[in-house]
């Protein structure tokens, strides 16, 4: 029993955790404050970490959700050198949330 749970603690340790960033944004986000918030999810998939990429819509900016997938789609595509997408941009609540998964290091 012993020797069963030290190798149990062995494989948990081994074990790679997985790190999920995330980065906010709003429907109407400036092109300055875009490109700095892209600089560092460009940051967080090259440490390997996951990105979690979300439109949050307050108040009655929930109307605007076509610039608000648009955003995402975008930030996609010019992270496809970094990351693949993991999950296309889907509205749960007032978040539209997308995921990005690092590609691997050679």
């Known amino acids: 029993m012993y020797e069963q749970k030290k190798r149990e603690k062995a494989l948990k340790a081994k074990a790679t955790k997985v790190v999920v960033k995330e980065i906010r944004f709003g ?3 400036d092109d300055h404050d875009y490109e700095f918030k892209k600089k560092h999810a460009v940051k967080f998939l090259q440490d390997g970490a996951k990105l979690k990429a979300y439109v949050f819509f307050k ?3 929930i ?3 076509e ?3 648009i955003l995402l789609l975008k930030l996609a595509q010019e992270l496809e050198d970094y ?3 993991e999950q296309m941009p889907k509205l749960e609540g007032k978040r539209m949330t997308m995921f990005i998964a690092p590609k691997k290091v050679k």
Do not use: D, L
Request: hydrophobic share 20%.
């Open 63 to 65: 109307v605007f959700k």
């Open 27 to 29: 429907p109407q986000t």
């Open 67 to 69: 610039q608000g997938q």
């Open 83 to 85: 990351g693949k997408v």
């Open 59 to 61: 108040g009655r900016s």
